[in-house]
DNA sequence: TACCAGGGCCTTT
DNA sequence: AAAGGCCATGGT
């Protein structure tokens, strides 16, 4: 089935660093292999993305799909550059950019980015992991390179709150149902998000069970695209705390979204890199 | 407002 | 090997 072609992308490892796109917590599905190459799943398509020397190489992509998916799920139109010179005004933020400059904001799926958000709730990222993998291997299509797509909500709204037993997901089982079938029926439009300001969009989104204002946000951010969403967990709080006593500069509002994904993810890896070595023992 | 809700990863003994 | 802390939170 080698009917797509090899796409390069002129992308140095400072402007899409895999490993700290895929290991910084916005997505649940990727996975390293031995290489350093991840493979994963995202609008029901299978991918294998790795880096070969200033370039990062998507194996086996459709034109189509390269147009269709990826260029718009990597979020390969915007220059991240420019993103990153204005949130390195902020000294902090300055730290954190040096410390993973690449990432970048995944414009995924909103429904996945949902229930992966809903699950994600007062949980840790490896089990997160592996409650989306049981969902889609129990609930997904079968695709043709054996993994399995996420399954839309229309599969999950029809049933009962036991049919989620084996994912383990405890607690967060109703709420996945309750989203399932609010999404299903229309009671939240997940594709009128896109055409509403952040707070009605993150009102609609709090309609559902368990959905709170920072499940909502991540799912404006790694789902809609919207960079002013701010989402504030555990580790946020912490580093607003330790870093920004004056409060998180104005300035830096419009890019919110990612300037919080830089700080998440040095905070948890390199605290000290932040001046705050206290929110966590070094590694 | 404080506490509680699966379950398991991970660190410490 | 066993124990306990901790978790990208929200509902009551």
Do not use: H
């Not at 002129?10 to 031995?34: I, K, N, S, T, Y």
């Not at 559902?208 to 960079?227: E, N, S």
């Amino acid at each position: 089935m080698e009917n797509g072609m090899k796409i390069g992308l002129d992308l140095p490892p400072e402007d899409f660093d895999l490993d700290a796109v895929f290991g910084c917590g916005q997505c649940f599905r990727w996975e390293r292999r031995e290489d350093g190459s991840y493979a994963g799943v995202a609008f029901s398509k299978e991918l294998v993305v790795r880096r070969e020397g200033g370039r990062i190489v998507l194996d086996n992509v459709s034109a189509d799909d390269f147009e269709g998916i990826w260029r718009r799920y990597f979020d390969l139109d915007r220059d991240y550059r420019v993103l990153r010179r204005r949130l390195s005004a902020d000294p902090v933020l300055r730290a954190a950019i040096d410390f993973a400059p690449g990432i970048r904001i995944l414009r995924q799926d909103p429904w996945e980015t949902l229930c992966s958000f809903i699950l994600s709730q007062n949980n840790n990222i490896p089990r997160i992991r592996g409650i989306v993998a049981r969902l889609c291997a129990c609930f997904g299509e079968r695709l043709p390179g054996g993994g399995y797509a996420f399954p839309p909500p229309e599969k999950l709204a029809g049933c009962g709150p036991d049919a989620f037993a084996p994912l383990r997901a405890g607690f967060r089982a109703p709420y996945l149902l309750d989203a399932a079938r609010k999404v299903a029926s229309g009671a939240v439009d997940l594709g009128a998000l896109d055409g509403m300001d952040l707070a009605a969009a993150r009102a609609s989104l709090m309609t559902i069970r368990g959905v709170g204002p920072k499940v909502a946000d991540c799912v404006l951010l790694f789902g809609c695209g919207r960079l002013e969403s701010f989402p504030i967990d555990v580790w946020m709080k912490r580093v607003l705390g330790a870093c920004y006593a004056c409060g998180f500069p104005k300035a830096l509002w419009p890019y919110g979204g990612v300037a919080q994904q830089y700080l998440f993810y040095c905070a948890r890896l390199c605290p000290e890199r932040l001046g705050a070595a206290g929110i966590r023992p070094a590694v």
